[in-house]
């Protein structure tokens, strides 16, 4: 213990090594680290000093984060006590730090630069236009397939190509193809990390979302790089919020509102202006955030700030990554935060239920997903308004809608019909049997 306590793996090592019978290969191939690394730190001629490395270590070996002086916060993302390469207050402290410094301090440029793994890549000497076209086009087709049918189909895809991608830090080219590769590279992890959040790799999230703010924040003279930060910044409130119907019982919607409100202030503080479709996705976001915190006049102001900004959208100024956001999309975003609103009032579950209704009927919307994303909700407000077999019933749509999906997060939110319906199951077979086939697809 006293030696974890100094981070000194080696005697660790060689534990591990006596009792498990592995060779140095076979547990750097087990932990991620080369053999060489392996034999250093048991001979005390090398140590781990980064502390991502410590924390991995420490995972992939399940050490109690407490040995290694990391604090154990009540209700943390690790239920087992687990180091997190990430925890969730660094990761504000990181994203704080990249967007409102100048310049960025040494620790959080490291930090901002790390990815969820390491992997060899061919180095390029030179790189030029056709690079950056290659790396946009790329994140293009990722983003297509993950909004359309989750992340869990080009996940390990978007981080293979960005860790690729990485081997042209070091080439040569012009001042403007490497601000434009920059942001290119923030968007492709920015979408990475969307696919890992998609998955439920939330600290694996955080580690791409901080990567591609601190590219975009290299891509400032790049005319998108503010709505780029802005848009990554949106996911992570995203992801934030989303947690408060997870394990961690800290105040996730105070937390999603101080990303957000981060998000404005890089709108009104950059180089360049934030475009009508970034600013329409702030007032969206803010909504969410009140929504779920059952400020109900907080939340439709920003609703109606969202279609005002909307309306003064100039078509040929939409970032590219923006461009599924119409009408109905639009639509679905009141929809959203209603919905949220109804879950922390019920007094507006009937306003909620009008609205979800009306984008679950849209043949409108630009991808089945965001359907599938709002019928649990559906289901979930009918049965709180007394109205069983409209929820049963969307309920059912709901698992057929998501089973074909690769969407490890939409798939949970079938767990939150199940636990709505719990008190209505004694008295209700259609219930009953609603939450025993929402036990089957969760299991799936």
């Not at 053999?35 to 109690?64: C, D, F, M, N, Y």
């Not at 989303?242 to 990303?259: F, S, Y």
Request: proline content about 3%.
């Amino acid at each position: 213990m006293e030696a974890l306590g100094r981070y000194d793996f080696g005697p660790v090592f060689r534990a591990v090594r006596r009792y498990s019978g592995l060779s140095q290969q076979q547990l750097g191939e087990r932990i991620g680290l080369a053999q060489k690394r392996i034999s250093e730190v048991e001979s005390g001629a090398g140590r781990l000093g980064l502390v991502e490395t410590v924390a991995h270590v420490a995972t992939a070996l399940r050490i109690p984060g407490a040995l290694l002086g990391f604090a154990a916060e009540p209700g943390s993302l690790e239920s087992d006590g687990e180091v997190c390469g990430m925890e969730r207050r660094n990761f504000l402290s990181l994203v704080f730090g990249i967007t409102m410094s100048s310049t960025l301090q040494p620790d959080i440029a490291r930090l901002s630069e790390t990815l969820p793994a390491h992997a060899g890549s061919v180095r390029r000497r030179e790189i030029g236009e056709a690079d950056a076209v290659a790396i946009e086009r790329l994140t293009e087709g990722f983003r297509g397939t993950i909004y359309s049918q989750g992340g869990g189909l080009m996940h390990a895809a978007a981080l293979a190509q960005l860790r690729a991608v990485r081997s042209f830090d070091d080439a040569v080219c012009t001042e403007e193809i490497r601000a434009r590769i920059d942001l290119a590279t923030a968007d492709l992890a920015w979408i990475a990390g969307w696919a890992s959040w998609d998955l439920e790799e939330h600290d694996q999230a955080r580690q791409l979302f901080a990567f591609g703010l601190n590219r975009a924040k290299r891509a400032e003279q790049h005319p998108r790089s503010t709505d780029l930060t802005i848009g990554i910044l949106l996911d992570a409130a995203y992801q934030a919020l989303k947690l408060r119907d997870g394990n961690d019982r800290r105040d996730p919607g105070r937390e999603a509102l101080r990303l957000v409100e981060l998000g404005f202030n890089v709108a009104n503080t950059s180089i360049h202006d934030a475009s009508a479709s970034a600013r329409a996705d702030l007032y969206a976001s803010r909504a969410w955030c009140h929504g779920s915190l059952g400020h109900a006049d907080q939340c439709h102001e920003a609703l109606n700030r969202e279609i005002d900004a909307f309306t003064a959208i100039q078509p040929d100024n939409v970032p590219h990554w923006a461009r599924h956001v119409t009408e109905a999309e639009i639509a679905s975003h009141r929809a959203h935060a209603l919905a949220l609103l109804g879950l922390a009032q019920p007094s507006f579950v009937p306003a909620a239920i009008e609205h979800l209704e009306a984008v679950a009927n849209s043949a409108d919307l630009t991808y089945a997903r965001t359907r599938a994303f709002h019928l649990p909700y559906l289901s979930r407000l009918c049965l709180l308004g007394g109205d069983l077999d409209s929820g049963v019933r969307i309920g059912q749509e709901a698992i057929t809608a998501i089973n074909g999906l690769s969407s490890r997060h939409t798939r949970s939110q079938l767990q939150a019909i199940a636990e709505t319906a719990a008190p209505f199951a004694a008295t209700s077979s259609d219930v009953a049997q609603l939450r025993e086939d929402v036990r089957v697809a969760v299991a799936a």
